[in-house]
Every structure is written in structure tokens, then in C-alpha cells.
């Protein structure tokens, strides 16, 4: 019989986490793109599906933004009720560096209309950034080997 592999916590920086998961919902009310609110720019991204089966990059990123704001929603299930072992951390890392990437990507898509651009969006990607930051090695405080074996 094949020996079960022990379920294990994420390893984290839970206050980089809480602090990442209050600075999201907090940019949904603020002025995220020109006269809009953070919220009304998320539900905004459904407009842009026929440009994406017409294949326009820029329409397919804007959509794929539903999948970091989908993977913020659910980092925090994963983060603190979920168990697992090493590769399920290698999951939660690259998906919040994909996210990271898309969110801040998101400035190169606006060229010279970049004033366009409010707070909120700059708290919206930061707050990525720090989800990123609190499933980095070193934010965890102890080695990922010694920290996925406690």
C-alpha cells in the first residue's frame, strides 16, 4: 500500500495577506479609470467579449483580468482553510505572480492615455502585489523545506 503524502497549511505572511485582501475590496470603491469606481470597471470587462472572439489582444487581456480578481476572491480559502503539500504553494505562487503580472501589465495597454488611470487602480494592483509578497520564501519567515514539513 502506497503511503499517503501528509496535508499540510500554506505557508504564509498572513498579515501581508489580510493587508492584501482589505487593500482589494477597498479598490472597488475608489476612482479606479477616469470617471469610473473600481467596481463599475470590473463589471465594464463583459463589454469587451466580442473583441475577444475577434481576437484583439488587448480585449483578451482585459478579460483575463476576471481570472486574477477571481484568484484574489479565492486566495483566502486557499491561504487559510485549505491543506496540501508543496505543489499546491507552487500553484498558489505562480497563479498570484500571473496575477500580479496581468494587473500591473495593464498600464502598458494605455500608452499615453495612462492620466486616465486613478487611485484605485493603483491600490487594486498593489494589493496584488502583496498577496505575491506574503507567499514569497522569505516574507514567510522560515525556509519553505522547514515550512512545508512543520
Same mark, same amino acid.
Given at each position: 500500500m502506497?503511503?499517503?503524502?501528509e496535508?499540510?497549511?500554506?505557508?504564509?505572511?498572513?498579515? %501581508? !495577506?489580510?493587508a !492584501?485582501? !482589505?487593500?482589494?475590496?477597498?479598490?472597488? $470603491?475608489?476612482?479606479?479609470f +477616469?470617471?469610473?469606481?473600481?467596481?463599475?470597471?470590473a463589471i465594464?470587462?463583459?463589454?469587451?467579449?466580442p473583441?475577444?472572439?475577434? /481576437?484583439k489582444?488587448?480585449? *483578451?487581456?482585459?478579460?483575463l483580468?476576471?481570472?486574477?480578481?477571481?484568484?484574489?476572491?479565492?486566495s483566502?480559502w486557499?491561504?487559510?482553510?485549505?491543506t496540501g503539500?508543496?505543489?499546491?504553494f507552487?500553484?498558489?505562487?505562480?497563479?498570484? !505572480?500571473a496575477?500580479? $503580472?496581468?494587473? #500591473? @501589465?495593464?498600464?502598458?495597454?494605455?500608452?499615453? +492615455?495612462?492620466?486616465?488611470?486613478? *487611485? /484605485?487602480? $493603483?491600490?487594486?494592483? %498593489?494589493? $496584488?502585489?502583496?498577496?505575491? #509578497?506574503?507567499?514569497?520564501?522569505g @516574507?514567510?519567515?522560515?525556509?519553505?523545506?522547514? @515550512? *512545508? @514539513?512543520?
Open positions: 502506497k503511503p499517503q503524502a496535508s499540510l497549511r500554506v505557508p504564509c505572511h498572513r498579515p %501581508f !495577506a489580510f !492584501a485582501w !482589505a487593500l482589494f475590496v477597498l479598490s472597488f $470603491f475608489l476612482p479606479s +477616469d470617471n469610473a469606481w473600481g467596481w463599475q470597471c465594464m470587462i463583459q463589454y469587451y467579449w473583441g475577444v472572439w475577434e /481576437g489582444l488587448a480585449c *483578451i487581456h482585459l478579460v483580468l476576471n481570472f486574477a480578481n477571481l484568484f484574489m476572491l479565492v483566502p486557499f491561504i487559510l482553510r485549505w503539500g508543496p505543489r499546491l507552487r500553484w498558489l505562487r505562480r497563479g498570484s !505572480a496575477s500580479l $503580472f496581468l494587473t #500591473a @501589465a495593464l498600464m502598458l495597454e494605455f500608452g499615453k +492615455d495612462i492620466g486616465d488611470l486613478r *487611485i /484605485g487602480y $493603483f491600490v487594486w494592483v %498593489f494589493s $496584488f502585489g502583496l498577496l505575491a #509578497a506574503s507567499l514569497v520564501r @516574507a514567510v519567515g522560515i525556509p519553505l523545506h522547514r @515550512a *512545508i @514539513a512543520n
